[in-house]
């Protein structure tokens, strides 16, 4: 079965910057969609940025210029740089794998604190 694994999460002061990545097991990853997507307290799971299987990538406006995504298929891992981090960036940062027939799988999330 798909199993996705996140780590890299930890507490980091506003303007730093951490590492997320995600190994998948389980499926072909070369032909899955990837992307990350964060949970805050009290609020609905958003997009935070993906990556087609062409290594398009896309991400919202508000990370837009701080984060970058970035996938190896040879490791079955996507990454997800974040930089000039700020508060309101703290929330559970849940990896995505998305197949052909847009079926959606999700990792055990890892937390990310911005905070001084």
């Known amino acids: 079965q798909v199993e996705l694994v996140e780590s890299g999460g930890g507490l980091v002061e506003p303007g730093g910057s951490l590492r997320l990545s995600c190994t998948a097991s389980g499926l072909s990853f070369g032909n899955f969609r990837m992307g990350w997507y964060r949970q805050a307290p009290g609020k609905e799971r958003d997009f935070v940025a993906g990556i087609g299987t062409g290594s398009d990538t896309y991400y919202s406006d508000s990370v837009k210029g701080r984060f970058t995504i970035s996938r190896d298929n040879a490791k079955n891992t996507v990454y997800l740089q974040m930089n000039s981090l700020k508060p309101e960036d703290t929330a559970a940062y849940y990896c995505?794998?998305?197949?052909?027939?847009?079926?959606?799988?999700w990792g055990q999330g890892t937390q990310v604190t911005v905070s001084s």
């Open positions: 995505n794998a998305q197949d052909e027939r847009d079926r959606d799988y």
